[in-house]
T-cell receptor, first 116, second 113 residues
């Protein structure tokens, strides 16, 4: 069974640009969650989508948005990039709603975003 | 102040030895507490998930314990292997909702031959 895949794996952007990251969950999984990981702040929860609806959202500005498609694939968009957005962006999938439940989450390898 | 504190920040042990990582939290009430292993350059991998009413959960050589009275969890690794070298992250998910997952900053474990 294929794992969670994320594209692209690496990305370099400049301040002010926008970026879209993609996540394909494990087949049969309906929940996709997004996380930001930086050396200074560690892991932080961005949002979770389940059945194309945002179910939970962390404390990030509105520049961070996402969506989920009918095939459970998800995209995350960051507009007006700032230097502080440089981070590893991880997505995780689970069968049921994952974040607040007991469902195990499976993480992808992440997308390394560098903002210059 | 971070509501989930992990210690030590880093740890070096000899292959074959046991070790224990600590996670102290103030999040209350909580739904479940999770331990993840993250290899360098990879996404985290789930090791254990414990509800607030569970005391212990094992996954092979990894055993997590939970003491709700002292608000402490520990991850014990037995007979360490070189492949155990990784960061270990404790996550506490509050009962009131998942909008504020609380992550520890992790313990960096290095196993040397």
């Amino acid at each position: 069974k294929a794992g969670v895949t994320q594209t692209p794996r690496y990305l370099i952007k400049t301040r002010g640009q926008q970026v879209t990251l993609s996540c394909s969950p494990i087949s049969g999984h309906r929940s996709v969650s997004w996380y930001q990981q930086t050396p200074g702040q560690g892991l932080q929860f961005l949002f979770e989508y389940f059945s194309e609806t945002q179910r939970n959202k962390g404390n990030f500005p509105g520049r961070f948005s996402g969506r989920q498609f009918s095939n459970s694939r998800s995209e995350m968009n960051v507009s007006t990039l700032e230097l502080g957005d440089s981070a590893l962006y991880l997505c995780a999938s689970s069968k049921g709603q994952g974040v607040g439940s007991y469902n195990e989450q499976f993480f992808g390898p992440g997308t390394r975003l560098t903002v210059l | 102040k971070n509501q989930v504190e992990q210690s030590p920040q880093s740890l070096i042990i000899l292959e074959g030895k046991n070790c224990t990582l600590q996670c102290n939290y103030t999040v209350s009430p909580f739904s479940n507490l999770r331990w993840y292993k993250q290899d360098t350059g990879r996404g985290p991998v789930s090791l254990t998930i414990m509800t607030f009413s569970e005391n212990t959960k094992s996954n092979g050589r990894y055993t997590a314990t939970l003491d709700a009275d002292t608000k402490q969890s520990s991850l014990h690794i037995t007979a360490s292997q070189l492949s155990d070298s990784a960061s270990y992250i404790c996550v506490v998910i509050p009962l009131t909702g998942a909008n504020n997952l609380f992550f520890g900053t992790g313990t960096r474990l290095t196993v040397i031959p």
